[in-house]
């Protein structure tokens, strides 16, 4: 299940001087952000400030498997943690959420029971001992819906296009098992790995001339 943090708007900067402030803290090379209307999902070009009719897929170019959304409404932001994010993307869903409670004050609440005042608070609960253990529990999350239905094909929308789970995938996966204590999170290495060759396709110098449909 995803996670999402609410928080006050306040005087939150246009989208690319938020995004250029975060990579210059971070040292981050870039971070993008796709914009898409919320009624048909269709891309849209990008806005000069944020809007309440748009949802933004904000990631790290290269690195993210789900990417981050985001979107507002009159007087609230929402960070949207999706499963199967990598640990990136998971920083970057933090790190977004502490720009909230810089510009908008007052605090963050999530829909996982979590009520955050302080950018401290926010250390304590969403830090990386906790984008682990959502990122493994969505992992067993996902075998465990193909266990129970191994027809069923899943759709994980991402920032460039959507990656697709069946059975023949989650086989190949199990099938990697080493006996070794840390079994899951190597599988979940590799499927960040199918998953980015995905979504970034054609950044790859050696995909040049490569057509839509090849992806």
């Not at 502490?98 to 926010?122: A, C, F, N, P, T």
């Amino acid at each position: 299940m995803p996670v999402t943090l609410k928080g006050e708007c306040g005087s939150l900067p246009p989208p690319e001087e938020l995004l250029k402030d975060l990579c210059e803290r971070m040292e981050w090379p870039f971070v993008d952000c796709a914009q898409f209307y919320t009624a048909t999902n269709e891309p849209a070009t990008q806005a000069r400030q944020w809007q309440p009719d748009f949802v933004y897929q904000i990631y790290i170019p290269l690195e993210a498997t789900r990417g981050i959304e985001l979107w507002i409404d009159n007087e609230h932001c929402f960070v949207k943690i999706l499963p199967l994010c990598c640990m990136s993307d998971a920083a970057l869903a933090i790190e977004l959420s502490r720009e909230l409670l810089q510009y908008g004050g007052g605090g963050i609440e999530s829909d996982d029971g979590h009520s955050i005042k302080s950018v401290l608070e926010l250390n304590g609960v969403y830090n990386q001992k906790w984008a682990s253990d959502f990122i493994l529990e969505s992992l067993n999350g996902l075998f465990g819906q193909l266990t129970a239905q191994p027809m069923e094909v899943l759709t994980l929308a991402g920032p460039k296009r959507n990656f697709y789970f069946g059975y023949d995938t989650a086989q190949y996966l199990l099938k990697q098992d080493d006996g070794s204590d840390d079994f899951a999170w190597s599988m979940a290495e590799k499927l960040w790995s199918m998953m980015r060759r995905t979504q970034f396709f054609f950044d790859f110098p050696d995909r040049s001339g490569f057509k839509e449909g090849t992806v």
